[in-house]
Each structure stands twice: as C-alpha cells, then as structure tokens.
C-alpha cells in the first residue's frame, strides 16, 4: 500500500485516486494493550474503538484527486443531493449538486480551509458487523467488512497536515478500492 496508488470509485461517479507514501495506518483492531500503545505514530494509533474492525489512513494530500459523489444527506443542516466533489492536490476545486448545492457550499465555507480538504480513508474490515435494513443507517463506530468511509476536514490527528475545527465523515457502502493492481473492496464487498 505504501508505494501503490490508490484508487477509489463507485457506481455514483466517485473516482479518487492518492497515495499514502510513510503515513500512519491506524489499525482498529480493539488492541487497547501499553505494548500497543508504546508503538502509536500518531493520536489516532492511542485510540481504542469498539466494535473493532477498520483501518484509517491520511493520504499524502497533494496527491489526491479526482470526484467523490457523497450520499445524498444534511449539509449546513439543509438537504442536499446528488452532490460531486472535486479535487485536485487534496483541494476541493468544485461542487456540484442535483439539489441543495448552497448548502454544501455554505457548510464548507463555514468550516474554511479544514472543510474543503480531503482528511482520511477508512475501509472496514470486521464481518460481523452488517448494515440492517432496505436504507442502510451506518453509525460512526461499527462499521463493516467493505464499507468505505471518505471524510473532509482536519487530519493532524492521523498524521496529516491539515488543521482546522472541522471534521464530516461519509459512508459509502457500494464502493471499489483498489491498492496497486490489487482489489481490496469491489461494489462494497471485501475481496482481501
């Protein structure tokens, strides 16, 4: 994963690519032990969440680009749907939305500099935790084998540059990851 490029897409148009070069991955893995501990690189490695099961890591930031299409949701407490982010070296360059655009810019330009920069990838890994239902709600903690989550905002927590009192995490449950030539997650099932 070091040295591959990642790349990320999803039947909506995401399609994201970085590389994470000697950033920390942070390993949920439920190890709450001082060994564990002893070996943290960044905030996020002395964190113990419950259920277990993820991996988080900050990309380098000038290296990502491309579109991330969110789920439709609340974005500067309004409805907003079939919204497109744009970056380029980490930078969200434009948005584009079916519905509800002025939200998404209103709440980005609230959050300055930390709302409109990529923060992190989290890809879950534990197979006992599966989303419930026909509309799949997925809470912060717990999520499953093959969901992505792709989040804005500050990342000085992960090991990366990006600093600012803004944090919005997104789901994605129908995502690809691929890691070099190798595919990790394919339409939101885990393949390695």
Do not use: C
């Amino acid at each position: 994963m070091r040295s591959a490029e990642v790349h990320v897409t999803t039947p909506a148009g995401t399609n994201l690519v970085f590389r994470i070069g000697d950033r920390p991955v942070t390993k949920q893995n439920g190890d709450a032990s001082l060994a564990n501990m002893q070996g943290a690189r960044n905030l996020i490695d002395r964190e113990v969440e419950l259920p277990a099961g993820a991996i988080r890591v900050a990309p380098l930031e000038e290296t990502v680009e491309g579109t991330i299409a969110f789920p439709d949701g609340l974005w500067n407490g309004q409805k907003a749907a079939g919204i497109v982010l744009s970056f380029k070296k980490g930078k969200v360059t434009s948005i584009a939305a079916r519905a509800g655009q002025e939200h998404v810019k209103a709440e980005l330009d609230r959050a300055g500099v930390a709302g409109y920069s990529f923060r992190e990838m989290a890809v879950g890994f534990n197979p006992l935790l599966a989303i419930a239902g026909d509309k799949p709600f997925i809470p912060y903690y717990g999520y499953g084998a093959g969901i992505v989550r792709l989040s804005l905002g500050d990342n000085a927590e992960l090991g990366g540059n990006v600093k600012g009192p803004y944090v919005r995490w997104n789901f994605f449950t129908d995502a690809t990851v691929e890691v070099g030539t190798q595919t990790w997650i394919r339409d939101g099932v885990r393949v390695k």
